[in-house]
């Protein structure tokens, strides 16, 4: 599923080479058991999305942690299209970073891509001694061979953004990449752009604050972030950082333009549900917008009189044309033409579940957006639980999957039947030309029927890489 042409690394020259490539026939998903009642190890599960295959959405392999409770969550790639020039580099071990544990699993997807076999544990006693770091989360593949994992926190699970470096080769850890002292005070996500010299990591919070759920209160105590920190991609040193204020509270996902001159991107910011776009000034320093606000909802039954969209993923399709987010409260999906970047437009939305439901617990008493509540979402015959979340686009940009769980502690609090019954994997076709949003009434991947009980699914990873694993240079 990568490029051919002789003498190529890994992925694809150019962003538009890659919606080229093939269809997408398998996927990845992390599984989640930790915070169910199901004692057992989380699982990398493949399945077919194949439309032509008799296995279409079935989970046809399921590789177990040899663990209980990592809470595993996104996954890298040992290589990508930034190793595009380098012939000798194969994308063939699947990063798995464990949240809570931190553990980093390294999964052999290269032998036999359908049936994924562990090939390497990192344990979390390499990422507390020789970094000083805990709860990795992002991973990236640098085009130097190295591997590169955003940290969370410190070992004793307070906030500290720092950056575990891994040998591509024998997946060691080699160390810190930041330099001694510019770790940022909370960790999350981040992305770069060496044609611009930086790299831009957001802010999720305090993994003992987060780690057993949400309490408000922890916001207004200073453990949830709010800024975007910038780093010099060839000292390792923060450069700068940029206070976002409250309606910026929690910046998660960040996603430069893949055009690898650019020099903008956006964050989705999950507290207020607002997106910023951030971008080089002409004096060469960097700054922020707010360029899309949800409107939070008035509500009555539920744990809070105002609920926000929860904005908590969102990519940008190959060709920087369309933006998407998921809001996990509200239950929607939404496509945003963002060829103007200062001014983003809607033009695709879709319902999904969500916490507004009709014939829910939760009575909406004043929407700026909608007339009424939204019908619950049945597909095959299974009522979907919990919100839209992690999104993945195919390569073409017309098929958009998406999946339903958070965090499994967040899932606990927020959606207890989505941990009674599983998450859901769904597909959203999608209008490249107008923009639009219409679900694919035949597709379901219900992780509710798994062998050893109902699973939470996450993070979804093609095996050729896509929009939110690869990086240009």
Known sequence: MSSTCSGCGPG???????????????????CIYRNTDIQKPDYLATVDINPQSPNFCKVIHRLPMPNLKDELHHSGWNACSSCYDDPSKRRNR??????????????????DPRAPRLHKIVEPTDLFWKCDLANPHTSHCLGSGQIMISAMGDPSGNGKGGFV??????????????????????G????????????????????????NGFNPADVKAGHYGQRLHVWDWTTHKRIQTLDLGEEGAIPLEIRFL????????????????????????????????????????????WALPEMPGLITDILISLDDRFLYFSNWLHGDI????????????????VFLGGSILKDGAVKVLEDKELDSQPTPRIIKGKRVQGGPQMLQLSLDGKRLYVTTSLYSAWDKQFYPDLVKEGSVMMQIDVD??????????????????????????????????DCTSDIWL
């Open 12 to 30: 694809y020259k150019t962003p538009l080479d890659a919606m080229k490539g093939p269809r997408e026939e398998i996927v990845y998903l992390p």
């Open 94 to 111: 699947l990063i798995l970073p464990s949240l809570i544990s931190s553990r980093v699993y390294v999964v052999d997807v290269g032998t």
């Open 165 to 186: 470096l891994l040998d591509g080769e024998t997946f060691e850890v080699i160390g810190n990449w930041e330099q001694p002292g510019e770790a940022a005070p909370f």
């Open 188 to 211: 999350y996500d981040f992305w770069y752009q060496p044609r611009h010299n930086v790299m831009i990591s957001t802010e999720w919070g305090a993994p003992k604050a987060l780690g």
């Open 258 to 301: 893949h055009d690898p001159a650019a020099a903008e991107g956006f964050v989705g910011c999950a507290l207020q549900s607002t997106v910023y776009r951030f971008y080089k000034t002409p004096k060469g320093d960097w700054a922020a917008e707010k360029v899309i606000k949800v409107p939070s909802k008035k509500v009555e039954g």
């Open 334 to 349: 939404r496509q945003y033409d963002v060829t103007d970047r200062r001014n983003p437009r809607m033009v695709g939305q």
């Open 432 to 465: 490249t030309v107008k923009g639009g949003l219409k679900l694919n009434e035949n597709f379901l991947v219900d992780f509710g029927a798994e062998p050893e009980g109902p699973a939470l699914a996450h993070e979804l990873r093609y095996p050729g890489g």
